[in-house]
């Protein structure tokens, strides 16, 4: 007699492609329209489930861990943050989490390099006079943005984007600098000629450019808070396409009009789809909405990892990308 199928449950639409696989390898549960899940759904996936794929729209939380089914065995992300899964509740259930590591890297890293580029070339500034209909031609002191040729780069978590966002900058000429919590290795340093500062105070007192790409965890919560932000030269740009959470949105909004930073590019907001609205008005401001690994070959490759951690995990073994807590 075959083997029952798994089933999952995903409460999002995914790539056609994706789904197609997902059907046909297990009892699938597909998401008809693309709206997140309601909590009431939720619970109810998670009380059905064997294998749940959640996105970044899910709250994973304790609560609702609480409410799950003793079925319920892996949580296969579809996405490499996991900051809206709590992994320690899961682990002490029993339940398995794994994510999609590696394959948004490049994508993340480019928008990363668009937001500086848009921030301190007054990209969108340009295309709204344009569409506005109202340029009258080319002048010499029109809309002068910073050369990024020479400028610091100082990047606040040098794991595997951080390093692709490095590799991008030193093309353009940019001078290359990092925190992280543990050091790179020297090669790396030296293919990238990055310059390790273990104090991130320091570093960001210097940069002409901060770029944050470290997770968003307990620690790495409003890292750049009101005082750090402030050390920062009132001449320098932030760009973030990590998680919101890390900046102090307010704080940075605050300074932002008060003239005491240049700019900001940002693809991640610290309350989600509520963006500050005085965030929205400022013309030294590129807002995104969180589009970093937006390609098409990208989320198909993602649905690729889930596929593989899921059936990995159907076959007996631990899923290739299992996230451990304290993991990231
Ligand atoms: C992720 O996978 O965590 C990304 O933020 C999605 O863009």
């Avoid at 490499?80 to 994508?107: C, F, K, M, W, Y």
């Avoid at 340009?126 to 050369?147: D, F, I, N, V």
């Avoid at 050390?231 to 704080?251: F, Q, W, Y």
Wanted: hydrophobic residues 40%; proline residues 5%; contains cysteine.
């Amino acid at each position: 007699m075959p083997n029952q199928k798994l089933s999952v449950v995903v409460t999002r639409r995914l790539p056609e492609v994706v789904e197609t696989r997902m059907s046909e390898l297990f009892n699938v549960q597909l998401r008809e329209d693309d709206s997140p899940m309601s909590g009431p759904e939720l619970v109810q996936a998670v009380r059905e489930a064997e294998v749940l794929v959640p996105t970044l729209s899910d709250q994973i939380d304790a609560g609702l861990l609480g409410q799950a089914g003793e079925q319920l065995k892996l949580i296969a992300n579809y996405g490499a943050g996991v900051d809206h899964i709590d992994v320690q509740t899961a682990r002490q259930r029993g339940i398995l989490v794994s994510n999609t590591p590696g394959v948004l890297t490049e994508d993340t890293a480019d928008m990363t390099l668009a937001l500086i580029l848009a921030v301190t070339r007054r990209i969108p500034e340009g295309l709204a006079l344009m569409q506005s209909g109202a340029w009258e031609g080319w002048s010499p002191t029109a809309l002068l943005g910073g050369r990024i040729a020479g400028r610091r780069l100082g990047i606040l978590g040098m794991g595997r984007i951080g390093q692709a966002v490095a590799r991008r900058a030193r093309v353009f000429g940019m001078q290359i600098h990092y925190h992280n919590r543990k050091r790179v290795h020297a090669g790396i340093e030296e293919e990238l000629e990055a310059t390790y500062w273990d104090s991130l105070d320091q570093m960001i007192a210097r940069m002409d450019v901060v770029s944050v790409n470290c997770p968003h965890t307990p620690s790495t919560y409003h890292l750049m808070n009101a005082r750090r932000l402030k050390l920062m030269k009132p001449s320098a740009v932030i760009v973030n396409t990590s998680r919101g959470e890390v900046i102090d949105e307010n704080a940075l909004t605050r300074m932002l009009r008060a003239g005491e930073l240049a700019g900001a590019g940002l693809d991640v907001f610290e309350h989600g789809t509520q963006v500050n609205p005085r965030l929205r008005e400022l013309p030294n401001v590129v807002l995104l909405p969180h589009m970093g690994s937006a390609t098409e070959e990208g989320r198909v490759e993602m649905g690729e990892k889930v596929l593989l951690n899921i059936k990995t995990f159907d076959d007996g073994h631990r899923p290739p990308d299992q996230v451990v807590p304290g993991m990231l």
